[in-house]
């Protein structure tokens, strides 16, 4: 299995701009289907935004399509999520994922994971 690692949060004004990295390690990153989740204080874990195996399919969740676009680079063993129009609702621990298929994303959330990485805090101010 592999091991992933969200980075590249941090506080950033309402409007304004970052791009998370997730680093996977330990396994055939190609192999899954990787997806980005986030959690706000005291909020359930929601799924966010996926990319396919090789990159050449997204999906995006209503509340972010249109400002977030996530990407990825096997060759670096790596997804990125550029996260534009920052609102004050997007603070939250963002979490990279691993599963088979778009469809244990939409269908199962959280419990179509099959690797979590560690998060990183993305905190958006007024």
């Known amino acids: 299995r592999c091991s992933c690692r969200a980075s590249g949060g941090g506080l950033v004004q309402a409007g304004g701009s970052l791009k998370l990295s997730c680093a996977a390690s330990?396994?055939?990153?190609?192999?899954?289907?990787m997806g980005w989740f986030r959690q706000a204080p005291g909020k359930e874990r929601k799924f966010v935004a996926a990319?396919?195996?090789?990159?050449?399919?997204?999906y995006y969740q209503d509340s972010v399509r249109g400002r977030f676009t996530t990407s990825r680079d096997n060759a670096k063993n790596t997804m990125y999520l550029q996260m534009n129009s920052l609102k004050l609702e997007d603070t939250a621990v963002y979490f990279c994922?691993?599963?088979?298929?778009?469809?244990?994303?939409?269908?199962?959330?959280?419990?179509?994971?099959?690797?979590w990485g560690k998060g990183t805090q993305v905190t958006v101010s007024s």
């Open positions: 994922a691993a599963a088979g298929t778009l469809g244990d994303y939409i269908n199962k959330g959280v419990d179509g994971v099959d690797h």
């Open positions: 990319v396919s195996w090789s990159g050449g399919s997204t």
């Open positions: 330990g396994g055939t990153f190609s192999d899954y289907y």
